[in-house]
């Protein structure tokens, strides 16, 4: 018995293994197709095509990250679906294996395959994502410039690039909240936390917070070391929410591709005598949509009020192990 569940392991881990791997590099290729067409729409004599191509290749590695759970679902759906056409899952059943076995068996292929990717995601895919947004200038233009209000400042700024800025505005406000007085600077730089505007004969520093110095863009493309690194030096609340979500993300993310391999698992055995591989790939899609729409709108939330930001990432996991849960006591 043991040496049919071996036999069988191994060919279930490979083919979820593989299925995942061509989901995940289709998905990648159709995003690479549209955003490439609409990345055209910048064609110009001083913007070729090949530098457009290059631009939009090197973030699309980094970018294909935000399929990882929908690819692990749909190759776990269409592995296990083609499994039962063969009959393999009903001769495991009566050999006595429960479904909830062959599920933790079938998920060993697509965890092994999302550690894989998100470790070079965290080693290169990161890097050519920021290689790709030097590159294309056009699309920082729209943070370019920014505006912050401080305690009693309300100030605005032309980034250069993270560290240089250029059309420093200062608007100060009394303790009526009034305009006290208004200046402005050519350039100045931002160092640690704050902005430093160096004049002729003053030194002036203002604080701000990490959304501010580093835009959404560029926290995106910090690997894990540099967001823990990044948490602690800003200590503020505010400032951490932002930079908390990322880390939790990137942390749990592991996490959530397991949830959605059980719950795929546990749909694959509540309907084993109808459906194909074509209802499995619907059912992988929807369900991906589903579960991005919930993450989304409970990450958002939880920002905008300011509540528990990793609670916010639990709730959609939470919910994908509760229905996975149901479903196999259903089985």
Do not use: C
Not at 226 to 238: G, H, M
Request: hydrophobic share 50%; aromatic share 10%.
């Amino acid at each position: 018995m043991n040496n049919i569940l071996t036999i069988y392991s191994r060919h279930l881990v490979k083919r979820t293994f593989l299925i995942s791997a061509l989901v995940w590099i289709v998905m990648l290729f159709l995003d690479l197709s549209v955003t490439l067409v609409m990345e055209l729409e910048n064609l110009a004599d001083d913007n070729g095509f090949f530098s457009i191509f290059n631009v939009v290749l090197y973030e699309q590695l980094h970018k294909g990250m935000q399929y990882l759970e929908s690819s692990m679902l749909i190759g776990t759906l269409i592995a296990l679906s083609i499994f039962n056409q063969q009959g393999n899952l009903v001769f495991l059943r009566s050999a006595g294996f429960s479904p909830l076995k062959i599920v933790l068996v079938s998920g060993i292929g697509p965890i092994i395959l999302s550690l894989a990717l998100i470790f070079f995601d965290e080693t290169l895919f990161l890097d050519l994502s920021k290689q790709s947004k030097t590159m294309n200038q056009l699309a920082e233009s729209s943070e370019v410039f920014q505006w912050e209000i401080t305690e009693k400042n309300l100030i605005g700024l032309r980034r250069l690039d993270n560290n240089k800025v250029q059309d420093i505005q200062i608007i100060d406000f009394n303790d009526n909240q009034s305009i006290a007085s208004t200046s402005a600077y050519q350039e100045g730089k931002l160092d640690k936390g704050q902005l430093i505007i160096q004049g002729s004969t003053t030194k002036q520093s203002f604080n701000f917070s990490a959304s501010f110095l580093l835009s959404n863009n560029t926290l995106e493309t910090l690997s894990l070391a540099s967001l823990l690194n990044l948490k602690r030096t800003y200590q503020l609340d505010k400032d951490l929410q932002k930079i908390n979500s990322l880390i939790y993300a990137r942390v749990l993310l592991p996490v959530s591709i397991i949830a959605i391999i059980f719950l795929a698992g546990s749909l694959m055995f509540d309907s084993l005598r109808s459906g194909g591989v074509g209802r499995q790939i619907i059912i992988g899609i929807s369900l991906g949509l589903i579960y991005d729409l919930i993450k989304d709108l409970s990450i958002a939330s939880f920002l905008t009020y300011q509540w528990p930001i990793l609670i916010a990432h639990l709730v959609p996991i939470m919910i994908l192990i509760g229905i996975g849960a149901y479903k196999f006591q259903r089985i």
